[in-house]
């Protein structure tokens, strides 16, 4: 008995020692790597890469994601095993809801049974704004009473970029179920959509078909209808206003304005489009775009920003500025919204809501001469408010974010305006207007409307 016993406590302790060893040897055994875009936009599905890389013993684990620090819900594994090589790949649904104007980190942990822990950190910067569009790409078989329909849908998707979107039909106002839900979209994609026939009881002169397509949220929706598309293809296109620059010396590219954390190489005698200086007072670093859509900083001294004037002649109608706005799905949490063309130094007014703006107002304006430009962004007007320095004053002033605003031209501490330009490039970053127009939008136009800056 005595000797059986010894023999079971000698196998046990044996088993003992070779698993402790295993597991420290397997302690050393495991690495990884992980890698992301470093420019993502609200609502594209990005791809998280994780190269795994283990020993001889297989090694069980799981993937946790933190985005700043929270755990990211739904995303991640819950179990599986790491052999000598894995490449594990994980989608990131990028939220609505992030700062644009910080960088964000989302941290990949990975446990394994072994008892390591090991981190992968994947710094990226956030747009706001998707910048996709679509098209009927084919006309219904049959728009006459008791036909079933079919519209097919085509996807403009810039950079390679895939997005998740929620869809919504309407015929004559009327949810079509059938065709609701959630697509995953990219450049060139196309979706075939069949309404049956019982919503189509109406004659093809009161026929209407509306799709929506909500991408972040509702960071934006775009809505096409049917019954408009003749209409919207006569519309002018209006473009972003770009500033180029040329690059006078091989320079780094920086992912912040403090010219740290190396981005790329940027060669001399390359065009970029200038974006924004780090400050207007200072003028040390300047942000901009490449070919290739990295944006990145580099030394202000290393680039020359081009001195043309790209106002082009105001030649929009109603209709011209009504169709962007709604073809581009922009909304306001107020009856109001406001879009600042910086092409054509205009500032128009609409009333309604989204899908439905209609043009008020509109003003000559002057934004951002090309070294201090008015981004191009959307923001919110957050509150009125007046400047008062040593040399000026500006009373009203519509106040956005971080220093930019909509007020009328400075005026000097005697009343004599010190800068009559309008409808040209001018400010340091602001919209100025004349003072009887920004007047009219103090009066008129409530706090929180959303402002269009494009």
Known sequence: MKKALYLIVTIVFALSSFCCAGYASENQAVSMETSMAT????????????????????????????????????????????GKENTEVFDFFV????????????????KCDNGQELYGANIFTYSPQPDVSMKFYTTPVEVNAGYELYYGIEFSVPDGKTYAANTATYVRGVTVPEACGQIIIYDGFKILISVPQMYNMTDPSDFDFVYDVSIASGTQNLRLSSKELEAQKNAKVIKPLIIPASVLKTTNGYSNSSLTGYVTTVNAGEVVEYLNPDNHNSMRAAKIKLSSGVVCWVAMSAIYISEENYTIPDELTD????????SAGYSSPTDYLIWVNKERQRLTVFMGNQGNWHVVRTFPVATGKNQTPTPTTVCEYKFKTRWETATYICDPVLSLYDGYAIHNQPVSLSGRVTDTTIGNPASAGCIRMLKEDVDWVYLYVPVKTTVVLY
């Open 39 to 82: 420019n993502l936009v609200a609502g594209e599905v990005a791809r998280v890469n994780c190269r795994i890389t283990g020993g001889e013993t297989l090694v069980g684990a799981s993937m946790e994601f933190f985005l700043d620090g929270s755990p990211v819900q739904g995303m991640g594994s819950a179990y599986f095993v790491i």
């Open 319 to 326: 209709y011209d500025r009504e169709a962007f706005v709604n």
């Open 95 to 110: 939220p609505s809801n992030l700062n644009p104007y910080y960088q964000h980190t989302l941290l990949a942990v990975l």
